[in-house]
T-cell receptor, first 115, second 111 residues
Framework: DAGVIQSPRHEVTEMGQEVTLRCKPI?????LFWYRQTMMRGLELLIYFNNNVPIDDSGMPEDRFSAKMPNASFSTLKIQPSEPRDSAVYFC?????????????FGDGTRLSIL | EDQVTQSPEALRLQEGESSSLNCSYTVSGLRGLFWYRQDPGKGPEFLFTLYSAGEEKEKERLKATLTKKESFLHITAPKPEDSATYLC????????????FGTGTSLTVIP
């Protein structure tokens, strides 16, 4: 079975540019999560969706960040405008849980560098 | 406040030298505790879920245990390929599907 697929794997861009990260969750999973990982702060939850609806976006750092899930098989995380402090690895994960206590399965991430 | 604390931050073992990693948590009414392995340049890979105190799960050289305040990941006779960062996460009640991750233990097994 295909796992969670993220693209691109690496992104290098200049500050001020728009960045779009993409995620295809595991088929049949109805929850999707976006995380950011840095050495300083570890894994931080940014936002999660259940049945394509955003449930909690309290981890989104600023209005420059936005996320959408137009259908069950695709989600995007957008940063506009990007800043150097946004440099991190961004992970997408999916799970089958509605009420929870199911494991989340992660993609291999997008390594983002903002110059 | 921190919900999950992992120790040690880093651990170096000789091949065959057994040890344990710790994950302490402060949430009450734990819904689940999850262990993951993360290799460099990869996403976290799911290992185990534990739901209640006294529960144990095993996979090859790894064994996870759970009490009301902490979980241990025991590594028996580790091999160099066990080198990775091990993360634990907890799921608390009334938080939907949210996981709270610890900062991980970086394990290096020396041949």
């Amino acid at each position: 079975d295909a796992g969670v697929i993220q693209s691109p794997r690496h992104e290098v861009t200049e500050m001020g540019q728009e960045v779009t990260l993409r995620c295809k969750p595991i088929s049949g999973h109805n929850s999707l999560f976006w995380y950011r990982q840095t050495m300083m702060r570890g894994l931080e939850l940014l936002i999660y969706f259940n049945n394509n609806v955003p449930i909690d976006d309290s981890g989104m750092p600023e209005d420059r960040f936005s996320a959408k899930m137009p259908n069950a098989s695709f989600s995007t995380l957008k940063i506009q405008p990007s800043e150097p402090r946004d440099s991190a690895v961004y992970f997408c994960a999916s799970s089958t849980g509605d009420g929870g206590n199911q494991p989340q399965h992660f993609g291999d991430g997008t390594r983002l560098s903002i110059l | 406040e921190d919900q999950v604390t992992q120790s040690p931050e880093a651990l170096r073992l000789q091949e065959g030298e057994s040890s344990s990693l710790n994950c302490s948590y402060t949430v009450s009414g734990l819904r689940g505790l999850f262990w993951y392995r993360q290799d460099p340049g990869k996403g976290p890979e799911f290992l185990f879920t534990l739901y209640s105190a006294g529960e144990e799960k095993e996979k090859e050289r790894l064994k996870a245990t759970l009490t009301k305040k902490e979980s241990f990941l025991h590594i028996t006779a580790p091999k160099p390929e066990d080198s990775a960062t091990y993360l634990c996460a907890v799921q608390a009640p009334n938080t939907g599907n949210q996981f709270y991750f610890g900062t991980g233990t970086s394990l290096t097994v020396i041949p």
